[in-house]
């Protein structure tokens, strides 16, 4: 069973820059979702991805948008990049089965640094 | 506003005692609750859950109890081991009000077990 995967591991960027981050899947999950991790705090729930389709959203802006591949994959994408934005994104995947409780499983993240 | 608190940011305990991490939530609809573990550079790794419906989970070393009443989870390790030492995260979520997916963090405990 092959756990969940991102890339690169490491990014550096110029504020106003655009950045896409990688996500596969662990075997048999069909859900992705997205956090954004700074240096000291919880990762914060940024969306989810279901069926290719964006299904939930946490408190951040537009530029932040997302995609879901038919293989489940998925990209994180970051547009107009600020410094704030620098931060530790962790992909994390689960198989959404209805009326059950399903734990999600993380990958080792992508650390963004926006200079 | 943060939803789910960590107090304690880091605890220091003997390598054979109980590490007890805790953890408060003020949003009555969270009603599914997990505990992670992350090391340095990687992902944070799955420990142990629990639903609303119960108060009480074990797993091996981990036990997880559930107080609805006082909004409050714990996390118990027993016998505490140096490889336990990390940062642990309280995460939950409102399954039941079709919140799946979106995971709510605390801070995080760092744990040292000293040999």
């Not at chain 2, 408060?24 to 599914?32: A, E, G, I, L, Q």
């Not at chain 2, 979106?102 to 000293?114: E, H």
């Amino acid at each position: 069973e092959t756990g969940v995967t991102q890339s690169p591991t490491h990014l550096i960027k110029t504020r106003g820059q655009q950045v896409t981050l990688r996500c596969s899947s662990q075997s048999g999950h069909n859900t992705v979702s997205w956090y954004q991790q700074a240096l000291g705090q919880g990762p914060q729930f940024i969306f989810q991805y279901y069926r290719e389709e964006e299904n939930g959203r946490g408190n951040f802006p537009p530029r932040f948008s997302g995609l879901q591949f038919p293989n489940y994959s998925s990209e994180l994408n970051v547009n107009a990049l600020e410094l704030d934005d620098s931060a530790l994104y962790l992909c994390a995947s689960r198989n959404n089965i209805p009326s059950s409780y399903n734990e999600q499983f993380f990958g080792p993240g992508t650390r963004l640094t926006v200079l | 506003d943060q939803q789910v608190k960590q107090n304690s940011p880091s605890l220091s305990v003997q390598e054979g005692r109980i590490s007890i991490l805790n953890c408060d939530y003020t949003n009555s609809m969270f009603d599914y609750f997990l505990w992670y573990k992350k090391y340095p550079a990687e992902g944070p790794t799955f420990l142990i859950s629990i639903s609303s419906i119960k108060d009480k989970n074990e797993d091996g070393r981990f036990t997880v109890f559930l107080n609805k009443s006082a909004k409050h989870l714990s996390l118990h390790i027993v016998p505490s081991q140096p490889g336990d030492s990390a940062v642990y995260f309280c995460a939950a979520s409102a399954e039941s009000s079709g919140n799946t997916g979106k995971l709510i963090f605390g801070q995080g405990t760092t744990l040292q077990v000293k040999p």
